[in-house]
């Protein structure tokens, strides 16, 4: 059974600043379409486990992948909502998150799908 988020980005230029794996997202949908790859490939994954100290200690489960999951993103004046749709567990979801947004973004609901 699917989980689906209800994500803000209240700032969207915050996320594209928040570090390395930031969002690079112009837009309500590019932002949608950035994290529905982060969710159904383990591209984003497998950069960030290259960066670690020691890459083969990493949790295997972290790159777990929905190629299933679907993201769409609505514009609200300055904020960015995206709704997600997957089967991924909750930290592995909220683990993409933080990669792609930091502390900018906002979980604002978690119901079944």
Known sequence: MSTRYLIALPDPERTRASGE???TAQ??????????DAL???????RWRTTQD??????????ATDPAAT?????????????????LPGVVFKHRMRLLAG???????????
Do not use: H, K, M, N
């Open 40 to 46: 159904r490939g383990d591209g984003l994954f497998q």
């Open 21 to 23: 794996f930031a969002f």
């Open 27 to 36: 837009g309500a949908e590019a932002f949608a379409r950035e994290l529905q």
């Open 71 to 87: 993201v769409t993103g609505t514009q609200r004046e300055t904020r960015v909502e995206l709704v997600a749709d997957t089967v």
């Open 54 to 63: 020691e890459p083969d200690d990493v949790d295997p489960a972290l790159g």
């Open 103 to 113: 502390s900018a973004w906002e979980l604002r609901d978690v119901r079944a799908g």
